[in-house]
């Protein structure tokens, strides 16, 4: 006579086989218990052990809900005091790996009488979540407001989090909101294979919480404190979301600011945009602002100007003199950047952006 299969080895082959067959939005571990639920019917025949173990899945969800998020606190880089009641974790200066779990951009916390302000929520949970520890360990104060740069995974992927622990307070510019609710899916998959299946897997989509602005937006944070939330315009990605905190002459340049890290043009980057929103950022604040830029360390006005600005001005004159000669792809890669050379991820970006910027100002000059 054929032996069914021991539970617990049933079990073990269905917590195993479980993030295989976990859907992207399905924690792999409550979608184990499901499973288990299933077989355990299937060899037995009856519903009572199916009915408990499916209460027992609904119930860890609930908690893993309410927690926002149920793991060890990852050592994420300590975050650095930018000035009283500001605090910044510096990401990694190059890509977003597996080793730095996605981390290469900055997430920030201000703390204000009321409750604390967070600008970028983190490449996915489990960063957001190790954040606000150190946020708790820094003060008492709720989390009360979250922000986030633009529409990319490393700003947006943890807002999930957030969400769930109890903040309601959600920011983005309507555009960047939008392209990352249509491209939420496949945003979320390629960081996974990037970044790691396990530690991005629990994000889910949050943008229907999101109160969005087009132009600019000021919050109310209590005690007479606002802060300016601005579209300082496109560039680096389509549009996005700096922060001026009027009370601390503070500002948050988002991607438009890069610091101590070669800044980089994406398929949808465009210099001329970037250059134009880095003028009208510039323009809006007073010139001694201190500045926390999208990566890289917390700045000044000047530095930040040259670090970015003044790295595509100079790339700007060099490209362009290739175009109006009539050059080719193979000079425009020969452009002498050796000064940036120093910068992380050079080797990655300097040909790129050359041939970035050239490909546009040949389009360009094929309209006129």
Do not use: C
């Amino acid at each position: 006579m054929k032996r069914k299969p021991s539970l617990w080895l049933t079990a073990a082959l269905s917590m195993a086989a479980s993030t295989a067959f976990a859907s992207g939005s399905q924690d792999a571990y409550v979608a184990s218990f499901e499973t288990y639920a299933k077989e355990v019917q299937a060899l037995q025949g009856d519903h009572s052990a199916d009915n408990a173990i499916q209460t027992y899945a609904q119930e860890v969800a609930a908690v893993e809900k309410r927690a926002g998020y149920i793991g060890d606190e990852l050592p994420i880089p300590k975050a650095t005091k930018v000035m009283d009641g500001v605090y910044t974790v510096v990401g990694s200066f190059i890509w977003g790996t597996r080793e730095n779990f996605g981390l290469n951009n900055n997430l920030s916390a201000i703390i204000f009488p009321d409750g604390v302000f967070v600008y970028n929520a983190g490449p996915n949970e489990a960063v957001a979540y190790s954040f606000h520890q150190q946020i708790k360990r820094l003060t008492d104060k709720p989390v009360k407001w979250l922000a986030v740069e633009n529409d990319q995974g490393h700003a947006y992927l943890g807002a999930s989090y957030w969400w769930d622990v109890g903040v309601k307070n959600l920011y983005s510019e309507k555009t960047a909101n939008e392209r990352w609710h249509r491209k939420f899916a496949g945003n979320k998959e390629r960081y996974a294979a990037g970044r790691g299946r396990v530690i991005t897997e629990p994000a889910y989509d949050v943008t229907d919480h999101f109160t969005t602005f087009e132009g600019k937006k000021t919050v109310d944070v209590g005690g007479g404190e606002t802060v300016e939330l601005i579209n300082f315009g496109g560039g680096h990605t389509p549009s996005m979301t700096g922060m001026y905190v009027p009370s601390k002459n503070l500002l948050f340049t988002g991607d438009l600011g890069f610091n101590e890290r070669l800044p980089g043009l994406l398929h949808d980057s465009h210099y001329k945009d970037w250059m134009a929103s880095f003028d009208k950022m510039v323009s809006m604040v007073p010139d001694d602002v201190v500045v926390v830029p999208g990566h890289g360390t917390p700045t000044d006005l000047a530095t930040l100007k040259r670090q970015t600005y003044d790295y595509f001005a100079y790339l700007e004159e060099q490209v362009r003199a290739i175009v109006d000669a009539g050059g080719s792809l193979e000079e425009v890669d020969a452009i002498d950047q050796s000064q940036y050379q120093d910068r992380p991820v050079f080797e990655q970006l300097a040909k790129p952006n050359a041939r970035h910027m050239y490909e546009d100002m040949t389009l360009e000059k094929s309209k006129n």
